[in-house]
């Protein structure tokens, strides 16, 4: 059974730093890629970050410079560096991860982000 174990978000001033972390197990095809997705009130799920096969990355442009992705492939884990936070940026946090024909993804993790 596949499981996304999502883990660090919380509370932070705005300037802050958060890292988020997602294991993912029970997975027994390739994973192709990796990223992060965030959810705000009332608004559509958006991309933050994917990382493809480990050295391929792509960010939303509202994050790029702030935000670190990087990816343990052995280990199934992601991790997403987050500093310089802004309150524009409390959502809920969701890890997605893809394989071949589907994906998987994380309960999501809350972020908040005080002014």
């Known amino acids: 059974q596949v499981q996304l174990v999502e883990s660090g978000g919380g509370l932070v001033q705005a300037g802050g730093s958060l890292r988020l972390s997602c294991a993912a197990s029970?997975?027994?095809?390739?994973?192709?890629?990796m990223g992060w997705y965030r959810q705000a009130p009332g608004k559509q799920r958006e991309l933050v970050a994917t990382?493809?096969?480990?050295?391929?990355?792509n960010y939303a442009d509202s994050v790029k410079g702030r935000f670190t992705i990087s990816r343990d492939n052995a280990n199934n884990t992601v991790w997403l560096q987050m500093n310089s936070l802004k309150p524009e940026d409390t959502a809920v946090y969701y890890c997605?991860?893809?394989?071949?024909?589907?994906?998987?993804w994380g309960q999501g993790t809350q972020v908040t982000v005080s002014s």
């Open positions: 997605r991860v893809v394989v071949v024909l589907r994906d998987y």
């Open positions: 029970g997975i027994s095809f390739k994973v192709n890629a």
């Open positions: 990382i493809i096969s480990g050295v391929s990355t």
